[in-house]
């Protein structure tokens, strides 16, 4: 199964198909991506890398395709402060979208590099999902709070499974026993001991917060070489036009000055053979004298 396969058949694993202005059918282009829940940072350079922009609303009618983003329920729960009732409102406005517009988990997202998912955008045949690629296991609190919540808030566990049943699975099967993860993940000892070190949660937060630190840091020393870079460029292109320009300016006057030069060899050439002619008449003329004289 292709990475555009989906469990409904009526996406049949690729995005419909549009006529062109001259009647054939072209892959729709999918620019922008949209979500209705709070995007990590990670994911949010990740779809800027691959050339994608969001959209702040969800279009009743979008013009092309959108790449539409979501996570399973206990994840969301675990990084955004939305309740239930908000879970189900964003899982319902994607299911209400155009069938168009792809469907896509941030999990499979971050298992994509950006040409990967540019091959997505563009239409071309992506590769498929790796093969090891198994589900997020949901942490014990996350999967104790989540289970209750599913059970407080009617209709959130169909929606999200109905949306796993439209989504792009890169080859893989939806979370169609997420109810059972849940329930899988709520074992004794891991809920024990997620109960009594929260301030391990609270360490692994920081360093993750000061690896982003880092990892923004490097990021603004890349961008400032290169900024700097940038400018040297610049000035190189400047001083090169200047010195083109001066080039242009000296290769002007050296032609001008071959005119003159030019123009001063033929008035030169033109007296000397005014001279030789005067030298003619001037011997001519000596020549006529002397032939007047008397006795000559």
């Known amino acids: 199964m292709a990475f555009w396969d989906s469990a409904v058949p009526r996406q049949h694993g690729l995005l419909p198909r549009r006529p062109d202005n001259a009647g054939h059918p072209l892959l729709c282009h999918v620019p922008h991506w949209f979500s209705p829940f709070p995007l990590p940072e990670l994911a949010v350079a990740q779809l800027e890398q691959a050339g994608l922009e969001p959209v702040a609303e969800l279009p009743v009618e979008p013009e092309e395709p959108l790449l539409l983003l979501y996570d399973t329920p206990d994840r969301l729960l675990a990084s955004t402060d939305l309740d ?165 300016l000296t290769l002007l006057q050296l032609h001008q000055v071959q005119e003159e030069l030019e123009h001063y060899f033929l008035l030169s050439r033109s007296q000397y053979a005014l001279l030789e002619r005067h030298e003619e008449l001037e011997q001519r003329s000596e020549r006529l004298l002397v032939s007047l004289r008397p006795g000559g």
Do not use: F, H
């Open 84 to 248: 239930g009732l908000a879970l189900l409102d964003g899982y319902r406005a994607l299911l209400a979208a155009p069938a168009t517009s792809p469907r896509l988990t941030l999990w499979r997202l971050a298992a994509l590099d950006a040409e990967p998912l540019g091959k997505i955008l563009s239409g071309d045949p992506p590769p498929e999902l790796s093969a090891d690629l198994a589900l997020p296991d949901p942490e014990p609190l996350a999967a104790l709070v989540t289970g209750a919540l599913c059970r407080s808030v009617p209709g959130l566990l169909d929606a999200y499974l109905d949306l796993e049943l439209q989504a792009l699975l890169g080859g893989g099967e939806p979370d169609s026993a997420y109810l059972r993860r849940l329930q899988t993940g709520l074992s004794s000892e891991g809920l024990l001991q997620a109960w009594r070190s929260p301030g391990a949660l609270a360490l692994e937060a920081a360093d993750l917060r000061g690896q982003l630190d880092q990892s923004s840091g490097m990021l603004e020393d890349t961008q400032k070489a290169l900024a700097e870079a940038n400018q040297k460029l610049e000035e190189q292109d400047t001083a090169l036009m200047e010195a083109r320009e001066e080039a242009e």
